[in-house]
């Protein structure tokens, strides 16, 4: 999928992020997230801060001059500690505005800048261009950690088609020692046919389901529901996710 086209995806995913934290009361946005020690404020205010770091890696890829994606992880999280508190209001405002610059600073963007290589904050390299895919799985699966109604089952089907191929193709790039219990496994979408083999011997065990059920599961947005595994037992537990992009891992 092209880049340019998930600019406009990204504003629709915002919009939806919107309105949900708009359906929320003051004491709902000071309630626990589906993320371990976070509320949903802190959800809402690391959309909006993941938009300015993404703003500057583009930034970056616009003036040659190295910006970091955030100055360092501490500061991240003490930026989303002060921010987690303030009203709907105040969040929805941060939420959409963040947005919108990055949006801006995506659509401006010369076209000899995107293939300029920048810097995640955990260090791998990528160009320019991939800033607008991390930001589409930021957007959506943090929407789903709002723990507010949306789950991987409203997901759109144009972030599923990517995102699930995506994933299955950095997993099959990851060394065994990142894959966890998924060492060793076959997994196949079994809509598209992709599969990611993770060092599956003959007779190996395996995983499948839809694109959909496996990003859910492999995101650790969903418990696994609509996957199975050969031979029967308990779904192993996905390594973190997202992962370092196939085609640019060191």
């Known amino acids: 999928m092209d880049w340019r086209d998930v600019i406009d995806e990204l504003d629709a995913g915002t919009e939806r992020v919107v309105g949900t934290l708009g359906g929320l009361t003051e004491h709902d946005l000071r309630g626990p997230s589906a993320l371990p020690g976070w509320s949903r404020g802190h959800v809402a205010t690391h959309i909006a801060r993941n938009a300015d770091s993404l703003w500057n890696l583009l930034e970056w890829a616009r003036t040659g001059v190295e910006i970091p994606q955030y100055p360092s992880l501490e500061k991240r999280n003490a930026d989303l500690d002060a921010g987690a508190g303030r009203s709907g209001a105040e969040l929805i405002a941060d939420v959409r505005a963040t947005a919108a610059r990055f949006a801006e ?77 998924l060492a060793g496994y076959r997994i196949t979408a079994t809509d598209s046919g992709e599969s990611a083999d993770l060092g599956r011997a003959p007779g190996g065990p395996e995983a499948s389901g839809s694109g959909r059920a496996l990003l859910g599961w492999l995101s650790g947005r969903t418990d696994g529901s609509g996957v199975s595994v050969r031979p029967d037992g308990p779904l192993p537990v996905p390594p973190p996710w997202p992962h370092a992009p196939a085609g640019f891992q060191p």
């Open 105 to 181: 600073q995506a659509r401006t963007l010369p076209e000899d800048a995107w293939n300029t290589p920048v810097e995640a904050l955990t260090g791998w390299r990528h160009p320019a261009w991939y800033t607008v895919f991390r930001r589409w799985n930021e957007v959506e699966a943090h929407h789903v950690d709002l723990a507010a109604g949306y789950g991987a089952a409203d997901w759109p089907e144009s972030y599923v088609r990517w995102s699930a191929a995506a994933t299955l193709a950095d997993m099959a790039a990851l060394p065994a020692k990142q894959l966890g219990e």
